[in-house]
T-cell receptor, first 115, second 112 residues
Framework: NAGVTQTPKFQVLKTGQSMTLQCAQD?????MYWYRQDPGMGLRLIYY???????DKGEVPNGYNVSRLNKREFSLRLESAAPSQTSVYFCASSEASTGVGQPQHFGDGTRLSIL | TQLLEQSPQFLSIQEGENLTVYCNSS?????LQWYRQEPGEGPVLLVTVVTGGEVKKLKRLTFQFGDARKDSSLHITAAQPGDTGLYLCAGASYNQGGKLIFGQGTELSVKP
């Protein structure tokens, strides 16, 4: 009964380092999302993938890249980490991105600190 | 750009009190969702409202979608310590391709 699994749960990086956050869902959902959560700012969409083979920018895409590896997996890459990217990152999935707001299922987050 | 303003941002109350959280926008949404998030976990969907004026109840929680589908409220009756958490509203509209726009969240603390 895993739902959405994110790895790692915690990570500390130095400025300029790169890393990839992994996300996998086992609900056969078509759409997947990456958000960042900062205090007092709710969840902000970084990138999303409406279906396998497609990706689109969200509200705050600068400094990030994504890969929809297959229907299950959606990864987020920081090529050159900056302190402003210190945040909690959430991956989510839904059956589809269209329609009257499909409910999204979230992972437990990756807490990323960049020094 | 569509925005959702949530208020209050923080709320600390005693067990047994009632409270209301508001979610407002100048934009029309096709649906609005409420999520609850506990520390160290991801948000979990509580309810989705889709019709203007719709009211949904979930035990002691009452959710309402405004008639014009621009605002929503969450009312909790006789709050319990187990209600403590971050409450997030999220709106979806067809002109955003169904993507969710989240409010800033309301951090609720219910003291025994």
């Amino acid at each position: 009964n895993a739902g959405v699994t994110q790895t790692p749960k915690f990570q500390v990086l130095k400025t300029g380092q790169s890393m990839t956050l992994q996300c996998a869902q086992d609900m056969n959902h078509n759409s997947m999302y990456w958000y960042r959560q900062d205090p007092g700012m709710g969840l902000r969409l970084i990138y999303y993938s409406a279906s396998e083979g497609t990706t689109d920018k969200g509200e705050v895409p600068n400094g990030y890249n994504v890969s929809r590896l297959n229907k299950r997996e959606f990864s987020l890459r920081l090529e050159s980490a900056a302190p402003s990217q210190t945040s909690v990152y959430f991956c989510a999935s839904s059956e589809a991105s269209t329609g009257v707001g499909q409910p999204q299922h979230f992972g437990d987050g990756t807490r990323l600190s960049i020094l | 750009t569509q925005l959702l303003e949530q208020s209050p941002q923080f709320l600390s109350i005693q067990e047994g009190e009632n409270l209301t959280v508001y979610c407002n926008s100048s934009s029309v949404f096709s649906s609005l969702q409420w999520y609850r998030q506990e520390p160290g976990e991801g948000p979990v969907l509580l309810v989705t409202v889709v019709t203007g004026g719709e009211v949904k109840k979930l035990k002691r929680l009452t959710f309402q979608f405004g008639d014009a589908r621009k605002d929503s409220s969450l009312h909790i009756t006789a709050a319990q310590p187990g209600d403590t958490g971050l409450y997030l509203c999220a709106g979806a509209s067809y002109n955003q391709g169904g993507k969710l726009i989240f409010g800033q969240g309301t951090e609720l603390s219910v003291k025994p």
